[in-house]
Each structure stands twice: as C-alpha cells, then as structure tokens.
C-alpha cells in the first residue's frame, strides 16, 4: 500500500492504482470523459485534471492516467482545477455542441459561455468507441484515420468492417452520439436548459417525487 493525500485527507492506495481511482476509494467525485471502467485509460480530454502541488508550485495533471505514488499530494477541486476544466468544457462544446452529455456537465460546472469558434462535429475523440470495440468486443474494426484537424474515427476503406459483431456498444459507450441536445438556438455556445427531460407536471399521477417522467428514479403509486 502507498500513502498520498487527496484534499488534505491522508489515502491509502493499492500500487498500480491512478489517482482517480484513489480519489474514488474516498468518494471524491472527478468528472470524466474519456474514462471509462473497463477500458485502458487514455487521457486525451482532461475534463479530470488535478493539481498536483509540490512545494510552493503545482501542475495539473490528468487524474486517469496519473499512478499514485508515495506522498504525492493531490487538489482535485481547488480554483486552479475548477479553471482549467471550465476551458477544457469549452473547448469539447465548441468541438460538439449538440452533445447533451457535454452540456449537462458544463452547466454542472458553472460555464457561463463557450469563447471559442463553433464547429458542430459529432466527435470529440475520445476514443471509448474504438477502446469498446477493440477491448470489449475484440472486434478491432474501429479505428482512428488522419492527422490533426482531419482526424476522425473510421473503419478500414469507410466500410462496414467485417468484425463488427453488430453490438451497438461503441453507439453505446460514445459521449456525442448517445443523445442530443433539441435546443434550436444555443446562446454564448450553451443552450441554457434541457429540452430533452419530460417535466413533472406531466405525469399523471404525479406525487412530486422531483424526478422527471420516465428517468431513473421515477416513481408514481396509486
Ligand atoms: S457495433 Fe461493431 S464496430 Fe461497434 S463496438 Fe460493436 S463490434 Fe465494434
Ligand atoms: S465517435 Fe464518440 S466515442 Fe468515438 S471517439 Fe468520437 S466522441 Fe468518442
Ligand atoms: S477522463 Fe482523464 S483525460 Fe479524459
């Protein structure tokens, strides 16, 4: 066991474990993107960035991929931290602002407005669909083609790859494509509210449970 602290509090972890999953041990919620559990780590979004503090200076990391080690002493929500993924939630909004996911956790996070040129593609290359496919499915028809602005994810000659096994998971697993925000008009870049959620009002039975018609959580008794 190795011993590091995470917001002041002293962490036991076991070696070979990331500062996320150290953090998560203690309940401390880092958002995350192109994480997912299953799946090799990859840390190309950095909405999970921490600070690393060492002294009297720090640097931010990406918590996924960063092992925990011996005394290393970890802010996973400090300014610095909460700065760095408001710019990183722009970036991605301005990359796929039809992302519900995206927008719910930029709301979530406080950002007011996306300061960059919108460019409305349906991917933000995570790359959980080709981990999915190659990792879970080891199907491998999934792969990235291209380089810097026209990289894209792809199947060899653009055709249905023969490996596919028809599973749906990297449809499943994608961040942009799994639901779309139905705001017609996004202002400063967000769109301001979900317009996906059928409200309360509408149930029939209604007994103010707070949670929308058909979400988890849901409940109606007669
Ligand atoms: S549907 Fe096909 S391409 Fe997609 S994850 Fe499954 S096997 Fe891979
Ligand atoms: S298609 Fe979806 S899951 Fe695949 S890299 Fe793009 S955003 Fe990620
Ligand atoms: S979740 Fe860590 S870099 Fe994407």
New binding site residues.
Partial sequence: MIELTIDGAKVRAEEGMTVLEAARTQGIVIPTLCHFDGLSPYGVCRVCVVEVVKGKRSSLEASCTLPASEGLVIRTGSPRVQRARKVVMELLLSTSPKSKLLQDMAANMGVTKVRFQQKDRDCILCGL?VR??EQQ?Q?G??GFVGRGVSRRVGTAFDEM?EE???????EWVCPVCEQACRADDLIDGLCGGCLNAVPVESCPICTECSQSVGAEGHRTFR
């Fill in positions: 669909c999915y496919c499915m199907s028809g999934l790859p596919c096994r028809n599973c749906g998971g990297c």
